[in-house]
């Protein structure tokens, strides 16, 4: 299995536009890494530069040892995956399946056993002799990913290849490349702007804004313990609620997070935290739930705007005049107008800097403050 190094990497137009910005990470061999962020962010360029495609301005490429930053696209053993699935039209399938292998001289029959077994891995076998025009969008995606699995390359880099699907659709192939991949075990770079994708597929993921790298870590670790705002706000579906709080310490150096929602929250185990003073309170919409009415810990909220989505519902709340978004289990009683209790999670609730990048400030954060509360400055 291959292992990818991207060390210092930096792509600049001319004009002065980088688009890519000193971006240095290392992928385990047979690790399937998600570079996700939005439109314009850096990742396409990123995964064409590893590719080969787009020229180096600085940094360097490192393929199992070898630098092949300067190497052409056929010598670095890739196999690149596009959005518009790129098959020749008036080629079969199966010869869309052989063309690498036609292209290298591969013989015949060693070329119709790697066809047979790829067509067979990803359910192709009954439209082998049909055309691209006459197959669905699903078996398209399906021929572009066989042809690249042909070749039996290091690494495999997937440009959005499911953004031309339907939402259905992608569930399925979705399901299929992740299974594919637990078979092959074949080092992968996957581009998306799709969080869910990248969270659903990746074993790594990469969150990327402005040209620079944010945050690499696992699916669950970026949910759970964003590096800044930007990624905190980027994972999770709905976004996560973002309000302006007060850090205070006492004379004895216990500390509290003052909250707009009436909510006090003690703070321990914070690290290399700012002084007394502004922060961001971060709260995830799943971490609002309803309460029971004589819950002594629930603050009144008022129900805006609901939105059901089947199994759950999204509501849009009113707290002491600070609007919120919540996420809970579909409820029929709820109306808009009507007045609930609910309670945060406070453990699962973060704390921002204000300022620069909107760091997270590690700590520990729970309802109330019990006395004699130690707390780490």
């Known amino acids: 299995m291959a292992t990818l190094s991207l060390q210092n990497l930096s792509k600049t137009y001319s004009g002065g536009v980088t688009a890519v910005d000193s971006v240095s990470l290392d992928v385990p061999g047979g690790c399937f890494c998600a570079l996700l962020g939005p439109s314009g962010c850096g990742k396409s360029t990123l995964l064409r530069m590893i590719a080969g495609i787009e020229p180096v301005t600085s940094g360097a490429i490192i393929l199992d040892n070898a630098n092949v930053t300067e190497w052409h696209p056929k010598d670095r053993d890739m196999a690149m995956v596009f959005q518009n699935y790129a098959l020749y039209p008036h080629l079969t399938v199966e010869e869309n399946i052989a063309f690498p292998l036609t292209m290298r001289k591969v013989a015949k029959a060693e070329r119709n056993r790697r066809v047979q077994a790829v067509a067979a891995q990803l359910r192709l076998e009954d439209v082998l002799k049909r055309r691209p025009a006459h197959l669905s969008g699903g078996q398209r995606q399906r021929v572009a990913v066989a042809r690249a699995i042909v070749r039996e390359p290091k690494v495999f880099l997937f440009d959005e ?69 930007f990624v905190a706000g980027f994972i999770g579906s709905p976004p996560m609620n973002f309000l302006d709080a007060t850090l205070a310490f006492s004379l004895d150096s216990a500390a509290e997070l003052k909250t707009p929602l009436g909510v006090t929250l003690s703070i321990s185990a914070m690290k290399d935290g700012p002084a007394s003073g502004p922060v961001i ?71 921002f800097s204000p300022t620069g990048d909107g760091a997270r400030i590690a700590c520990s954060l729970s309802l109330g403050c019990p006395e004699q509360q130690e707390c780490i400055a």
């Open 161 to 229: 290849p499911l953004s031309n699907l339907d939402a259905k659709l992608r569930l399925s192939t979705r399901a299929e490349l992740k299974l594919l991949h637990q078979r092959l075990r074949v080092t992968s770079i996957y581009v998306t702007h799709d969080q869910e994708e990248a969270m659903a597929l990746g074993d790594l993921v990469v969150v990327m804004s402005g040209g620079r790298v944010q945050q690499v870590a696992a699916p669950l670790d970026l949910f759970d313990a964003p590096a800044n705002r």
């Open 281 to 351: 309170w971060g709260v995830r919409p799943s971490s609002i739930r309803l309460a029971d009415p004589d819950n002594q810990e629930a603050v009144a909220a008022t129900v805006e705007s609901i939105e059901p989505l089947g199994e759950f519902m999204d509501l849009v709340l009113t707290i002491r005049g600070q609007r919120v978004v919540a996420r809970i289990e579909a409820n029929r009683h709820l109306k808009p107008g009507s007045t609930v209790p609910i309670t945060i999670d406070a453990a699962r609730t973060h704390i």
